[in-house]
């Protein structure tokens, strides 16, 4: 079983930048693939980001493309999640997941998730 835990999140002006970080218990950390996801008010969760096990392959929802950057340090068991060039549409609670199916890049099959990090963007 792997428990995750969010931090980072916070109140950012529009055009700002945010890091979060998603720490993860247990041993097996590396043999799971880890993804953000989002939800905003009234709307249902999104598929945000996610990395491979290895950290060698990501993939992003194309609304921030360009702007978010996920990566990994298996060493120490977190995942984060650069946010640049933040929009007011950006607000929402943000959450890590892990995965071991083969479906992860398609943000489907996460097994595990942490209760969320909340990210307010002003504008």
């Known amino acids: 079983q792997v428990q995750l835990v969010e931090s980072g999140g916070g109140l950012v002006q529009a055009g700002g930048s945010l890091r979060l970080s998603c720490a993860a218990s247990g041993r097996t950390f590396s043999s799971y693939a880890m993804g953000w996801f989002r939800q905003a008010p009234g709307k249902e969760r999104e598929f945000v980001a996610a990395i491979s096990w290895s950290g060698g392959s990501t993939y992003y929802a194309d609304s921030v493309k360009g702007r978010f950057t996920i990566s990994r340090d298996n060493a120490k068991n977190t995942v984060y999640l650069q946010m640049n060039s933040l929009k007011p549409e950006d607000t929402a609670v943000y959450y890590c997941?892990?995965?071991?199916?083969?479906?992860?890049?398609?943000?489907?099959?996460?097994?595990?998730w942490g209760q969320g990090t909340q990210v307010t963007v002003s504008s």
């Open positions: 997941a892990a995965a071991r199916g083969s479906s992860w890049w398609r943000g489907t099959g996460y097994d595990y």
